[in-house]
């Protein structure tokens, strides 16, 4: 059995399919596509996908993951370009790997979270952002099945900054890892980019948004355009969200080719 690592995205309209909106899609796409998916046994059979981590429906992702599994091995690029052409543009197939390690879910223990603040100026939101991160703790309240729920957004919130749209729009990092703006960007506004830890309970960004409006009255007027730019293992020391799918790429990299000397003096301690 061949387990298969995909990467796809949430853009423009299609952030505010929910998950099982998703899964629909997706299952019709392994149908079209032929892929020769594992089930699993009982009554009710259902073809074995795994996902990780989804992110909140009307929130625009770049880097969403799943994993798959399949009863014939099939090249992951070949696969990722038919499975894409089976996707709604918009809900799009960019990577897959072979999976050669164990425990994505295990890597995901961060994400990078970009948050368009339209109708906000920059020096309010860092304004904002100053009294948040000066802040120890930041209670937030969320209504969860058993009522209202009352947390702490600031312990998970490894970084915040706020730019202007226009310094964002320029910015190489940005260039790489911002999906196309589904909102005009004639008007000056807000950007926050963020990395939040995945703690228990979760925070999320509409949360941020809470602790920022709770310690320095920011309340912008319209919905805040919400997109996860990466999700990965956090490093500490950089403060960076890196690859989960680096580690099966480099499991699948061929090993260096052994130089002339060294096959020599191998040859030699086997005689």
């Known amino acids: 059995m061949q387990r298969i690592r995909l990467r796809y995205t949430k853009r423009g309209r299609l952030r505010f399919t929910s998950h099982r909106d998703f899964q629909r899609a997706f299952e019709r796409a392994l149908r079209r596509a032929e892929v020769p998916m594992a089930y699993s046994a009982g009554f009710t059979p259902h073809p074995k996908v795994s996902y990780a981590n989804a992110a909140p429906t009307g929130t625009g992702s770049e880097a969403e993951y799943l994993e798959i599994a399949l009863t014939d091995a099939r ?127 979760a925070v999320r960004p509409d949360d941020v948004l809470s602790g920022l409006r709770a310690v320095a009255d920011l309340a912008p007027p319209v919905p805040a355009a919400v997109t996860r730019l990466a999700q990965g293992l956090f490093d500490e020391e950089t403060g960076t969200v890196t690859d989960p799918l680096a580690p099966d790429r480099e499991a699948a990299a061929p090993s260096p080719e052994i130089s002339g000397d060294s096959a020599t003096a191998a040859a030699k301690a086997l005689a």
């Open 75 to 201: 090249d992951p690029g070949k696969l990722r370009a038919l499975l894409d052409e089976s996707m709604p543009a918009g809900l799009d197939i960019i990577d897959a790997v072979e999976a050669r390690t164990s425990g994505l879910a295990d890597r995901l223990t961060a994400s990078v979270w970009e948050m368009r603040l339209d109708g906000v100026s920059p020096e309010d939101a860092r304004r904002a952002v100053d009294a948040f991160t000066a802040a120890e703790t930041v209670e937030v309240q969320r209504k969860a099945k058993n009522g209202m729920r009352t947390f702490d957004a600031r312990g998970a919130v490894a970084s915040l900054e706020a730019h202007s749209a226009q310094s964002t729009a320029h910015s190489p990092q940005s260039t790489a890892l911002s999906p196309q703006a589904d909102r005009p960007t004639d008007q000056a506004c807000a950007i926050l980019r963020l990395v939040v830890r995945h703690v228990t309970p």
